[in-house]
């Protein structure tokens, strides 16, 4: 384990799990004037201040929004909340919002945040997205009403009555090195411009977390690995993923890219990586992702 978390992990509120199934208690909290709320709309954060200082917007709560509010928990001993207001006409206009931010995919503004308030605005993109994303019941079709503070959903049949729970999507991300030196990175069609990283994978039904690791770098990049270990882990709400991070040594050395995964892969001295300036033909993973994290430690290590 690595002391300090992940960006959009670590976050130091009290999710006050017990409190969701008091609706009294959660009224009362929506209701208190030291309540805030996040807004979001169309997954994107309401935010305020210049590109390099960008702060989360945090706005009172109570009164109608003719919205499902979602408790996030408690901040500073403060209730929190969340809600998608991207039902709304025009969210830009609502009289609570009107000059007061812009709302900005969390991808681009995350990185220049504050790590805390980075942390709560993906915590609130996740969940709401999910709530967004499951208004009907995956069993019978029926409509599915929000319970808990928004953290279950539950068919509104009688008959069945199922509760649905927020799901995330595990998913490893590995660095793979050949422990000499050089470590393989890839570049994905869906990338920005230049940019490489590391390989990445979901996890099936099944199959182990290392068994992931090991068929999704040999899917990829046709390595064989070994000496799977772990690194670290990150929520990714983007949309809802729970990044799982490893390193892995290769046993096989001949790269065979998967172009329907891959454009390209190949091998990159350490040497190299500390040396590059980033351009628009390569350049590293974003600085916010658990990708970039493993690889600067990478090169930061001894030859």
Known sequence: MRERPNTYAGIPLDRAALRRKDQAWLAEAWASPEARLLPLS??????????????AVFLPSGGDWGIEP?????????PLFAVDVSAL??????????GLGRFED????????????????AYARGILWWNARHRFC??????????????????TNPACATHHFPRTDPAVIMLVHDGAGRMVLGRNARFPTGMHSVLAGFVEPGESLEDTVKREVLEEVGLVVTDVRYHS?????????LM??????????DIQTDQDELETARWFDRAFLRDFTPSDEFRL????SIARRMIDEWIDEED
Request: hydrophobic share 40%; aromatic share 6%; net charge negative.
């Open 42 to 55: 169309q997954s994107r954060s309401f935010v305020c201040g210049p590109a390099e200082s960008t702060r």
């Open 70 to 78: 979602v408790f996030l928990g408690l901040l500073d001993g403060k």
């Open 89 to 98: 006409e025009a969210p830009d206009e609502h009289p609570a919002l009107t």
């Open 106 to 121: 969390l991808r681009a503004v995350g990185p220049l945040m504050d790590v805390t308030e980075a942390g709560l605005c």
């Open 138 to 155: 995956g069993v019978c079709g029926s409509p599915a009403a929000s319970a808990e503070g928004g953290h279950v959903r539950v068919c």
């Open 233 to 241: 882990s990150q929520p990714w709400p983007f949309p809802s993923s």
């Open 244 to 253: 799982l991070g490893f390193s892995a040594r290769a046993v096989t050395f």
């Open 285 to 288: 993973a974003r600085p916010d």
